[in-house]
């Protein structure tokens, strides 16, 4: 193996030897860090709970239990640093089942602490410990790790090899010896068992799943611009909490946030050379520790009461939260990227490796996969999910690339460990659990066959919505399907329509607006050479690239989001929101916004002008982003009103006694029920009439549950169409709630309508009908 030793300070014994001094040529401390930190050598203590729990040790002393497993190390330390930064190394000499545990005394929560783990260097059989790493406790309940490095790129002594050695294609497999401590966050002592009189008091909304509306945002985007909120608390856990936040999500109707990640993540090198950081998240690197960056009152464990705050004031809200969560891959990458966990506790054993073992098998384009199979990397999931469901409170996760979990040794397996430990887990299998259902492996695509549990975001929606009001479908059989609770997908094994997560955008892609303003993407932003960001957009400018000035095209846009919102909220299934999109939202085109932590992706929210003006009717904002709230709320409202757009079953499409009504029929616009050759024959106008005259299921008193029926005709055509209303037995009157032509979304238009007539339907444009008699 070729020697580091010319790139180092000094190297270190290659059996894994501790090298004779710390950082900046300090010794490491063996025994005591001060007046405040521990004075005695390290007690046994126990191998559970793993990480770093503080108690109450023999003799009412107390102190903190340290518990590692590292599967083949010969020595672990931790490594406990006080406010200078100047480190006291302890070793854990107890070993029971490749857990290494002691008990430190008088180590109390708010400790900064961190792991060194010994053992071979042979990248080429995949072992990778190295002790000059100062590794990340993967239980740490807190990480500090606030912005305080402003990096161009990540320092050399992060890298467990020689990052910049000569010969680049053997570079990982030389061990770097410099200490890496001054570089890298350390995991902070929490208090987990700490009392909580206001957590006592806290009520879980327990939406059902066929009731639910979900709000995708991103902590800081979300609040960083709001103007009632106040300026220290933007961008914070404490600002989503704040009223001003909060009452707009109750204003708006949405049942449950679903928060882009906020696990510990890092930031990628490729994006630091830029100037850029990692904005979405997905980039973990702590799976039990709040983002620091959230944090408004401080990093030393603070973090995770402000982060339980805020869960308790969105629950009093009734909202619900939902954690976008990355358990495939961590920041860690591929054999090139840093160490600074998993890598240095036991590569081996938490990521999954080929043949070549010097490598990583990579299903999620992110440089590695963690090893789920593995019965430890399983518990650390497992452990993570019901940490963050009962000590900090959440409601669900959505789980990103789920499909690389549920892969056995190579292929997807709808049996395999993660998913059968789920479904039998008292606590977890009562949590909203929602898959992103692929991954970028072969056979990854698993669209509709998550088993029972489980509910998925359905992409099928998105593009058969988006391809129908850009003209682009061949024929209306797919949006049929996806406007009725996708159950050619999902009627299966006692899934309901609630299995289809509905969404037209989602955090990655375009937003609404855009998708009605670019024809393709816009990323240059992203130093990538507009490379990056999928270019399957299936988005439609309304004739100009961009922003416009022209007012026909910014009405046309205008009418275009709202038959996107329209379609999406009185679809069967469970609609997702992203936020912003109900006030027309941009991120002037760029569809892969990952790295911009600034005002593309953060939230505009000066065109709802307190005032209550028009928005549409002010010449800076020709999107019309009041109408488009108001719509918003206005259906959403409708949504909960009515439980036959809230379907628990699917539709059965049969004639119903005692006059041959269907609970699920489609028109032509000429009143006519479809036929077959309908469906095969190229449309642009599509009627669907659910009726609720018999709704499967009972209510909370076991009485049948009946509701009014509802007609909506959607109309992608560029010219108007005329469209007779279906007589008896489906109605006798109608009246007209929804008119995505009209500018004014304030209030229902109100006009009733005989059945039979016939309606002037204006081009481009969706009428909601509700029945009334």
Known sequence: MASAAEHTPRAADRTGALPPYGANGRRPGRAALGPDGPRTAVWPGAP??????????????????????????????????????????????????????????????????????????????????????????????????????????????????????????????????????????????????????????????????????????????????????????????????????????????????????????????HLLRRGLHNYWGYNSIGYFAPHAAYASDGTRGEQVGEFKRMVRALHAAGIEVILDVVYNHTAEAGELGPTLSLRGIDNRGYYRLPSDARRYLDYTGCGNTLHVLQPQVLRLITDSLRYWVTEMGVDGFRFDLAAALARSMHDVDMLSPFLAVIAQDPVLRRVKLIAEPWDVGNGGYQVGAFPPLWTEWNDRYRDAVRDFWRGALPDVRDLGYRLSGSSDLYAWGGRRPYASVNFVTAHDGFTLRDLVSYGRKHNEANGEGNRDGTDDNRAWNCGVEGESDDPAVNALRRRQLRNLLTTLLVSTGVPMLVAGDEMGRTQRGNNNAYCQDNEVSWLDWSPLDPSGARADERPDDPYGARGLYELTSRLLALRHAHPVLRRRAFFSGLPQAPDGLRDLAWFTPHGEEMTEEDWYAPASTLGLFLSGRDIPGRDAHGEKITDDSFLTVLHAADAPVDVTLPGPPWARTYELLVDTAREDQTRAPGTLYEAGTTVAVPARCVLVFQVRE
């Open 48 to 269: 559970t709970p793993l990480g770093a729990r503080f108690r109450i040790g023999p003799d009412g002393i107390a102190g903190t239990n340290f518990a590692l497993w590292a599967g083949g190390a010969e020595a672990v330390e931790v490594c406990l640093f006080d406010d200078s930064g100047a480190e006291t190394r302890l070793p854990l000499t107890e070993l029971t089942h490749e857990i290494w545990h002691g008990f430190v005394p008088e180590v109390r929560p708010g400790q900064r602490y961190g792991f060194r783990v010994h053992g071979r260097w042979d990248p080429w059989t995949g072992a990778r410990w190295n002790p000059a790493k100062l590794l990340l406790d993967p239980y740490a309940r807190a990480v500090d790790a606030a912005e305080g490095h402003d990096y161009r790129r990540l320092p050399p002594e992060v890298y467990g090899h020689v990052r910049d050695w000569p010969q680049r294609n053997v570079a990982d497999t030389v061990r770097d010896d410099r200490d890496s401590a001054p570089f890298v966050p350390k995991a902070v002592v929490v208090h987990d068992d700490a009392p909580d009189d206001e957590w006592a008091e806290d009520r879980r909304p327990k939406t059902p799943w066929a009731d639910s509306v979900i709000y995708e945002l991103h902590v800081r985007g979300f609040t960083k611009l709001h103007p009632g909120i106040p300026e220290e608390l933007r961008g914070t856990y404490a600002g989503l909490a704040h009223p001003a936040a909060i009452g707009h999500l109750r204003r708006l109707g949405v049942t449950a946030v679903e928060l882009l990640p906020v696990h510990q993540f890092a930031h990628e090198e």
